[in-house]
């Protein structure tokens, strides 16, 4: 019994630990995606977001696909949370689509080649993240992408409402499923911490993306 709790405890810790940086480091709290909400966003500034967003996330497999091919545990919740995100991700990744056809040519912008060899080095990076042999890493990028991606699709409603698209809503799983399975594969010290450096590496990224879509509309200010 004192073991359970103790465990129990831990799966608590750990759950806060990686909402809390979710809530601190994560998308929702970038200042250049925030602005893309406001009425006064540039279009040309949403459609290079979309553009972007799927050069990083639009292929296949992606994060989420390779943390489900590795082994994190035996437990049928488990796979259940795994498949549900896997299944509401590529669901995502049918709206990115036609969501960049809809926004039109990405916009012209001082640098493009560049830009790309940046998103491809962030594609690098969560290969990286998602095939990590360190147990936990992987799903803890997975957590924190499926977390993070609340932000990131306010940003692609807000677009599709600009261009009169209609697209389905998440069904990413939610906050609370989240934290049951953080609650079903935490127990070891070392898979927590391996769990939260895979998550806040995957939020770097997400950092670096909007902090790229940031100097790209600077610079097409300045032209």
């Given at each position: 019994m004192v073991f359970a709790t103790t465990q129990s405890d831990r799966s608590n810790d750990a759950w806060t630990a990686l909402a809390t940086l979710v809530g601190t480091d994560g998308s929702g709290r970038d200042g250049f995606a925030t602005s893309l909400l406001?009425?006064?966003?540039?279009?040309?500034?949403?459609?290079?977001?979309?553009?972007c967003l799927c050069l990083l996330h639009g292929r296949q497999p992606g994060v989420i696909?390779?943390?489900?091919?590795?082994?994190?545990?035996?437990?049928?919740?488990v796979t259940d949370w795994l498949d549900?995100?896997?299944s509401a991700f590529a669901e995502e990744r049918a709206t990115l689509v036609p969501l960049v056809a809809a926004v039109g040519p990405l916009p012209s912008t001082p640098g493009q080649a560049e830009t790309?060899?940046?998103?491809?080095?962030?594609?690098?990076?969560?290969?990286?993240?998602?095939t990590s042999d360190r147990r936990g890493c992987p799903v803890g990028a997975s957590l924190a992408l499926v977390l993070d991606w609340a932000a990131i699709r306010?940003?692609?409603d807000t677009t599709a409402a600009r261009?009169?698209?209609?697209?389905?809503?998440?069904?990413?799983?939610?906050r609370a499923?989240?934290?049951a399975f953080v609650g079903k594969?935490?127990?070891?010290?070392?898979?927590?911490?391996?769990?939260?450096?895979?998550?806040q590496q995957l939020l770097a990224q997400h950092r670096a993306l909007w902090q790229l879509l940031e100097s790209r509309a600077a610079a097409r200010n300045a032209g």
């Open positions: 406001r009425a006064d966003a540039q279009a040309r500034d949403l459609a290079d977001a979309v553009h696909e390779s943390t489900a091919a590795r082994p994190v545990s035996e437990a049928s919740e549900a995100a896997v790309e060899a940046a998103i491809t080095a962030q594609r690098h990076a969560l290969d990286m993240l998602a306010d940003v692609l261009v009169g698209m209609a697209i389905p809503p998440s069904s990413l799983p939610a499923a989240c934290a594969i935490c127990g070891a010290p070392a898979f927590e911490r391996a769990m939260l450096f895979g998550a």
